[in-house]
């Protein structure tokens, strides 16, 4: 199995563009979770879903930020307008009932 | 609300050092719970899980963790630390019966070992 697959690996953007970011979770896998690392705040999840339906959002930072799971074998997660401050490592995972979460690669933003 | 503690941010040893990195968690009902590891520059992977049993697990690499339900507790260990094992350390717990798979992650310990 490939894993979990992120796509773009780094992003440098500037202030003000649409940036989507995206993961393909390992198939079979019926969870999918967005995160984000940064020094200041560590690891915090954003969303995350069951069965393609989100389940809680409540660490989505503001309404700038969106995210979409259209079918079980992939998910965006779209910034729009970006800032200086979402510049982060935004990791996606998936996991399968009551089993381990599986980590992507991450994506590296920076957003000048 | 749920919480995790890991209570070094930064550990500091010489190879061949004992590790013992400490993770409180602050929820009375049943968990499960997970040690992540960082290497430099990479993602998260899984080191080693409890979901119920033996209160001592044995993960990957020679780590292993202790479950003390009355401490709250899920302590790493390592007898002996590798250069090889510099790494941002993770403690997560999930809610058994909750949201599945809503794990909630300690800020993380880093671990520098000295040649």
């Known amino acids: 199995d490939a894993g979990v697959i992120q796509s773009p690996r780094h992003e440098v953007t500037e202030m003000g563009q649409e940036v989507t970011l995206r993961c393909k979770p390992i198939?079979?896998?019926?969870?999918l979770f967005w995160y984000r690392q940064t020094m200041m705040r560590g690891l915090e999840l954003l969303i995350y879903?069951?069965?393609?339906?989100?389940?809680?959002d409540s660490g989505m930072p503001e309404d700038r930020f969106s995210a979409k799971m259209p079918n079980a074998s992939f998910s965006t997660l779209k910034i729009q307008p970006s800032e200086p401050r979402d510049s982060a490592v935004y990791f996606c995972?998936?996991?399968?009932?009551?089993?381990?979460?599986?980590f992507g690669p991450g994506t590296r933003l920076l957003v000048l | 609300a749920q919480s995790v503690s890991q209570h070094n941010h930064h550990v500091i040893l010489s190879e061949a050092a004992s590790l013992e990195l400490g993770c409180n968690y602050s929820?009375?009902?049943?968990?499960?719970l997970f040690w992540y590891v960082q290497y430099p520059g990479q993602h998260l992977q899984l080191l080693l899980k409890?979901?119920?049993?033996?209160?001592l697990v044995k993960g990957i690499k020679g780590f292993e963790a202790e479950f003390i339900k009355s401490k709250f507790s899920f302590n790493l260990r390592k007898p002996s630390v590798q250069w090889s094992d510099t790494a941002e350390y993770f403690c997560?717990?999930?809610?058994?019966?909750?949201?599945?798979?809503?794990?909630?992650f300690g800020k993380g310990t880093k671990l520098s070992v000295k040649p």
């Open positions: 995972a998936s996991s399968s009932y009551k089993e381990t979460q599986y």
């Open positions: 198939s079979g896998h019926n969870s």
């Open positions: 879903f069951n069965n393609n339906v989100p389940i809680d």
């Open positions: 929820y009375g009902g049943t968990v499960n």
């Open positions: 409890y979901f119920s049993g033996d209160p």
């Open positions: 997560a717990v999930e809610n058994y019966g909750g949201s599945q798979g809503n794990l909630i």
